[in-house]
């Protein structure tokens, strides 16, 4: 059979540890044998970050904004520790927080459901999605560590030079700082991206900060969402009949906990990322969940929601067996197929990524899985497979659809 053809380069962004790994035998067994698979493609392993200086990671968000469709692979965000084991220059930032900022937008994460896994949530029966703000606060912060008695004080300068001064803290010793951001452009556009996307899936919009304890930043997030939905949304919310409301983020949690599902959770940026990977392992395994990041100009970037499942690559390279659930990764080039079969207008392309979605599901429906699925699954006596197998048996689900 002959090859599906791309027109536009994706933007291939590879990545570290197992989930490299697991991203050429993706590309080796499910999408090179089927697709003639055209990409740019950015190298954002941790090693070659550092050799860089991280301009390799600004290259690949730039080179998205060029061609409007990216894949990323799960990378290392180092601390201390990854400091020393790499031997890094300085300690990088979060690629994707660097990817994010650039690109501005929304990042949307849903679990992939399937029967036999069921959520440790019992009454959760449709998928939660989760939309996190994917510009500024604690991802582009500035930080300083206080070194003894002082006065802090946060400090904007006009473009007039006028001055406008709080006192943060009067320190007695030792302490530390941290600076965060947004702006009103930004948050304006992660409004508008969650409100379409309710339009579009018919979905009641939740939206939660702690506007209680921050009466200014946080607050102006919420009179954002509440101008723009009152503008521009209301009327065609109130058609839809689908509800918008907000609530601070603790009583949400509790909310959430409560319902069946079947929403949209609109997260600023920490709360996103700390709730995303609530909501995937509740459902099930962190391994299935899907993310993507659109922004406010039509570019899309798609990833998995999980990280570099270190200890897996560790004893990958003591040449033990792994286990790792490579769902997610696929769903990820998935969506990057699907949304690049769109803008090009090829329906080939589109029709394969469902049907590779489709064979991903019903391998793990049959009973063949990886170990962290067959923890979960009520499926009896599941077949668990490696790494590789576990790819292997969803292509031959997907040749025999």
Known sequence: MAKIQMTTPLVEMDGDEMTRIL????????LLPYIDLKTEYYDLG???????NDQVTIDSAEATKKYGVAVK???????AARMEEYDLKEMWKSPNGTIRAALDGTVFRAPILVKGIIPYVSNWTKPITIARHAYGDVYKNTEIKVPGKGKAELVFTAEDGTETREVIHEFNGEGILQGIHNTKESISSFARACFSYAIDTK???WFSTKDTISKKYDHTFKDIFQEIYDAEYKEKFEELGIEYFYTLIDDAVARVIRSE?????ACKNYDGDVMSDMVATAYGDLSMMTSVLVSPSGVYEY???????????????????????????????TGALR????????????????????????TVEDGKMT??????????NPVVLNSQDFIKAIRETFDAL
């Not at 897996?312 to 659930?325: A, M, P, V």
């Open 261 to 265: 599902g079947g929403f949209i959770w």
């Open 23 to 30: 991203w050429q035998m993706i590309k080796d067994e499910l």
């Open 339 to 362: 949304k690049r079969g769109e803008l090009d207008n090829i329906p080939e392309l589109m029709e394969f990524a469902d049907k590779l979605e489709r064979a991903c599901i019903k």
């Open 303 to 333: 990833e998995a929601a999980h990280g570099t499942v270190q200890q897996h690559y560790y004893k990958h390279l003591r040449g033990e067996e792994t286990s790792t659930n490579g769902i997610a990764t696929i769903f990820a080039w």
């Open 73 to 79: 692979c799960a990378t290392i965000t180092p601390n």
């Open 203 to 205: 979905q009641d919009l």
């Open 46 to 52: 941790l090693e070659y970050r550092n050799e860089t």
């Open 371 to 380: 170990r962290s699925l067959s923890l979960i699954s009520s499926c009896e």
